[in-house]
């Protein structure tokens, strides 16, 4: 969606946000991507991501926030491109990522509205004891972008991979088998194990 404000018989300034919401898991990379553009005549001398602002409230560069530190890649510059790249995501940086940039008057500061809104979220499997079978579904607090990959694990094995949030396991006597899920590509960031017995275990009639 391009997003502009534009001058009498110029170019407009604008920003356009690739995608403007995103949801990501805790632990992992994620890659905002954006481009930019201006009038003729200017040169763009700042470049900057904030997530604060708001009446009163100077937006301020996310690379000089310290919850931030070595966690910001900016692969932007300052011609076009606006790409932000944020490693080892937490729940904590859930937020609107807003860019902004500045001509070399110093007058001209352009906010690309309304920004990519980031959700960040982990792993939890449920599981759900019928009558013939199980149904382990791989919970998250938004909808993962891209359509992931879903891997299964039983008792820490390697179970089955699926495209949905959904599995369905044969009812096993043991009453100890354990679960947990991953997204194909980030194994890693596996899901903490529930066993059957806990208590995040939903019985059906």
Do not use: M
Not at 36 to 60: A, D, L, Q
Not at 125 to 147: I, P, Y
Request: glycine share 8%; proline share 3%.
């Amino acid at each position: 969606v391009l997003l502009s404000s534009c001058l009498s018989g110029k170019k407009c300034w604008s920003v356009t946000y690739t995608n403007q919401s995103i949801c990501a898991l805790n632990g992992s990379t994620v890659k905002l991507t954006c481009s930019y553009t201006y009038p003729r005549g200017h040169k763009v001398t700042s470049t900057f991501w904030f997530i604060k602002s708001g009446n009163g409230v100077k937006p301020e560069d996310l690379g000089q926030d310290p919850e931030f530190a070595g966690r910001l890649e900016y692969h932007g510059d300052e011609k076009n491109d606006c790409t932000l790249r944020i490693t080892e995501l937490r729940e904590s940086d859930s937020a609107t990522y807003k860019f902004r940039f500045t001509d070399q008057t110093g007058k001209w500061r352009y906010t690309g509205d309304p920004g990519v809104s980031l959700s960040v979220t982990g792993l939890q499997v449920k599981v759900t004891v019928g009558h013939q079978d199980k149904t382990l579904t791989c919970s998250t607090t938004c909808t993962l972008t891209d359509n992931p990959t879903y891997i299964w694990y039983k008792n820490g094995q390697h179970l089955d991979e699926s495209t949905s949030t959904q599995y369905k396991d044969p009812v096993s006597s043991n009453y100890e088998d354990s679960y947990s899920c991953a997204v194909k590509g980030r194994e890693d960031l596996r899901s903490p194990a529930v066993c059957e017995y806990s208590t995040i275990v939903q019985y059906t009639t």
